[in-house]
């Protein structure tokens, strides 16, 4: 078949042109302070919902925007809707607005939406009025049959009223803002032109600044394309240090926060987005991403994100749209480690890590407690993980360290059972299993006091509820209590493993002693805890034999 009558055929489409650019220099930039933040949750996140916000859910997400540090807030489109209109009217009449955010309302160039736009922003103390025009080439050829020329002075016309229109409303402080909309695919001298257009007429200087924000409507090339553009933007317009240069992108490809980044290191001083990202299509730039970006390089991202989990959760609940689990930062699975080899690293990078180091821990980009998540619940357990994620949630739960024995152990029975359910076992379930198999007594066999007359070692006992007294001679305590032991149940017992550790290093430590058991060629573990090492000991012997007592594989000898 003819390749070009293929359905899913990639000839329909053709690569995006590179920028000639003689040395470009942002590839060798530094990020080394947070870009000025604008939410444009209330205007593009809004209009992209399947149900757009009501008045009071806007409220609701404006004072969540405040709350997490936003100092501009384009807050709708009052020209287009009524409930924009009376939502900015709202905010203005009830004073919701902090005297330290501007608010800002975007328009279209047209005359009747421009005048509509500033009625809107009656009374308000400052404000910033978003002016666009759409300005690609598919744009103006196949959507407006323009040229040039004609798109420019949309544009131009669209500035001038917004210049007369603020001149007759002076109790507002007025900023301008112009945005050659789908600028990622204009011609950049085109660009440039319409811009320079633009600030000819509002003539901006230093002291009150234009933004120029240059939208990847459409993200359509690799980031670093994006990036070369708005290089060749910065070098390229009139008046640069009256402009504060801004990007908004969106996420088709997947690359928004990228190509936001990329573009701060090409000049971009201001960057708009949207919390989780909501937006058109794929969405906008998501702030929050891009902000603990910063956060995980050492730069203050100028948001408070300390409570950044819950606010997302409220905006998911408002937007009507969930939090993917692998969100960056803030989805539910992002800081948990299924994989042994995984759990491993992180458990060994978070024993050596101290409060005041710098965070260098393997797997996880930042400490996750900065967002709330214990460290526990970084390591959970299914039937991938390895016997160091498993030690690490016991010895959190119980602090202790077990032995590399018990945890080869231990770890081979974690499998058993989350292979057989298929499902996660969760650190409580984990620790009961623990407890289960090694710590609690199974009632059977308790020693109550020892002691030793000369050479022999008599222990009092506690078996099935009766006392009793067994003895042995030995070279220590436990191979006396093994001597009495095999004595007593005619068997063979070896010592295989044994350890024991202090629980707290203080005067009311208590000890615990871990030991396996060979018995009727098989193993059995078992631990036991005391304030006397030796009884700590004795009992966790007890408890190994409890196990062999009640494995019903095997034929009892007693
Ligand atoms: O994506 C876009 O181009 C926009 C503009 C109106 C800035 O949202
Ligand atoms: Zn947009």
Request: proline content about 4%; overall charge negative.
């Amino acid at each position: 078949m003819n390749p070009t009558q293929k359905k899913f055929n990639h000839q329909k489409y053709q690569a995006f042109p590179t920028i000639r650019m003689d040395k470009r220099q942002w590839p060798d930039n530094i990020m080394r302070h947070a870009p000025q933040w604008c939410s444009v949750d209330l205007r593009d996140g809004n209009q992209a919902l399947v149900n757009p916000l009501s008045v009071q859910q806007k409220l609701k997400l404006f004072k969540i925007l405040v709350a997490i540090g936003f100092k501009e807030i384009e807050v709708g489109f009052p020209s287009a809707s009524q409930d924009d209109f009376v939502f900015v009217q709202t905010l203005i009449n009830d004073n919701y607005i902090p005297d330290d955010v501007t608010i800002a309302v975007l328009t279209p160039a047209r005359e009747d939406f421009i005048k509509r736009t500033f009625k809107a922003l009656t009374g308000a103390k400052k404000a910033l009025v978003h002016l666009y025009n759409s300005t690609s080439k598919v744009q103006r050829e196949k959507v407006f049959n323009m040229d040039k020329s004609g798109i420019t002075q949309i544009a131009v016309r669209g500035a001038k009223l917004m210049q007369k229109c603020a001149n007759a409303q002076t109790e507002t402080q007025w900023q301008f803002q112009y945005s050659p909309e789908s600028f990622s695919g204009t011609e950049l001298n085109y660009a440039v032109e319409i811009c320079n257009a633009v600030i000819d007429v509002w003539q901006p200087d230093s002291e009150n600044p234009a933004i120029l924000n240059l939208p990847s409507t459409v993200e359509m090339s690799m980031p670093n394309i994006y990036a070369d553009q708005i290089e060749w933007f910065c070098h390229h317009i009139n008046k640069r240090d009256s402009i504060i240069i801004s990007v908004h992108t969106h996420n088709d490809r997947g690359c928004a926060v990228a190509a936001a980044e990329m573009a701060v290191l090409a000049g971009a001083e201001r960057v708009e987005g949207t919390l989780l990202g909501n937006g058109e299509r794929t969405g906008n730039m998501d702030i929050i991403t891009m902000a603990m970006n910063c956060y995980s390089q050492g730069i203050d991202p100028q948001l408070d994100l300390s409570d950044i989990r819950t606010h997302s959760e409220n905006t998911s609940c408002l937007i009507d749209i969930p939090i993917h689990p692998r969100h960056p930062y803030i989805g539910d699975l992002v800081y948990s480690a299924f994989s042994g080899s995984h759990q491993d690293a992180i458990s060994k990078c978070l024993k050596s890590y101290k409060t005041g180091d710098k965070w260098d821990v393997a797997y996880l980009p930042i400490d996750p407690a900065d967002l709330g998540h214990s460290y526990q619940a970084v390591i959970r357990i299914n039937s991938q993980s390895g016997k160091g994620g498993i030690a690490y949630i016991i010895e959190q739960a119980l602090a202790t360290q077990i032995p590399r024995w018990l945890q080869l152990e231990f770890s081979q029975k974690v499998q058993q059972q989350t292979e057989q359910s298929g499902s996660e076992l969760p650190a409580v379930e984990l620790v009961d299993l623990f407890k289960k198999n090694y710590l609690i007594s199974k009632n059977i066999l308790q020693i109550n006091s020892y002691q030793t007359i000369e050479d022999i070692s008599i222990f009092n006992m506690t078996y099935s509820g009766r006392q009793m007294n067994i003895q042995a001679g030995g070279v220590g305590i436990l191979d006396a209590f093994i001597s009495a032991l095999s004595e007593y149940f005619g068997l063979a017992i070896n010592i295989i493993e044994y350890n024991e550790q202090t629980l707290q290093p203080d005067s009311s430590a208590r000890a615990i002693a871990f030991v396996s058991l060979q018995l009727a060629e098989k193993y059995f573990s078992g631990a036991a805890e005391n304030e006397d090492i030796v009884l700590a000991s004795l009992n966790a012997i007890l408890q190994a034999i409890s196990e062999y007592l009640t494995d019903d594989a095997i034929k009892k000898v007693v």
